[in-house]
């Protein structure tokens, strides 16, 4: 039987997991988070003079510091060791893991196990800057929808200007509008629209997507217009039950819509507007390193890992964003 890597001893003792993470964040020593400093010579170990593990003091600024600085683990009074349990264990979901599933797990209350998925979610975010596709690579564009907008957001005038008629709501006017683009073997990246909008998602694909890729879309008219910016677009007409014709297909984003639906729906469940861009990122971050590209559980955690400096978040603010 294989060996779980959660028996490891970062899992199980602070200090391990202390060096672990130290290891990922600092792998050319200590850096001051206050001021920069990275001369090993002008930064000291504080041992004996504090009861904190790790703490070091900056002899550039004379202010004192540890790894959790600057990072997702800065102010929490959760052990470094459970932080990297449920790293891993959201990195090795593959359709996510509900916080009362954590609080469970964990042993740690279910607000805390809620604020540290969201701080998780954070470190996940990638800032892609380089488009997608290029000279003869395939790129999908599609669209999905997932909840309801706020009242205040849906408008009473339709599409056309006229006043909506009473009665159930049809079409998607009403719902949240996700945009996807998958480079085919690639890479997939995700945004809330809020509506699927033609300025919107051209907006999306223009700046997302290089110029010298073939757009493959579906038959919607949203990418008519900006799909005349590049070396060709393809569509399949999804109305008339085609859904390939030779290599023209959005088979690939919509696998990975299945998975993002079966993760919302069956785990999460309910997700607030305002934390809409975090599960996007989480599911984005599991596709981008997946096992066919070679990452293992193992080491998606530690590409988390080291996502997590300068993207700290207070639960004030987080709870408040989706109150």
Partial sequence: MAKSILTAPEFHDEAAALAYIEARIWPK??????CGNANQAKIGSLKGNSTRLGVRKCYECRKPFTVKVGTIFESSHVPLHLWLQAIH?????????SSNQLHRILGITLKSAWFLTHRIREAMRQNGTAPLGGNGMVVEADETYLGNLPESKIGKLNSKGKARAPGPRMGPHHKRAIVSLVERGGQVRSFYAEKAQV???????????????????????VYRKVGREFASHERVNHGQ??????????NTIEGYFSIFK?????????????????????????????????????????KALKGVVGKRLTYRTTRSAGA
Avoid at 89 to 97: D, R, T
Avoid at 241 to 250: H, I
């Fill in 262 to 302: 079966r993760g919302m729906k069956g785990i999460y469940q309910h997700c607030g507007e305002p934390h809409l861009h975090r599960y996007l990122a989480e599911f984005d971050f599991r596709y981008n390193a997946r096992q066919s590209l070679g990452v293992d559980d193992a080491m998606r955690a530690d």
């Fill in 89 to 97: 264990l959201l990195c090795a979901s593959k359709k996510g893991m």
């Fill in 199 to 221: 300025e919107t998602v051209a907006k999306i694909v223009r700046e997302n997507v290089s110029k010298e890729s073939r757009l493959h879309t579906d038959e919607s008219m």
């Fill in 29 to 34: 020593g200590p850096t001051c988070p206050h």
């Fill in 241 to 250: 039950k085609e859904y390939a014709r030779g290599d023209v297909t959005t």
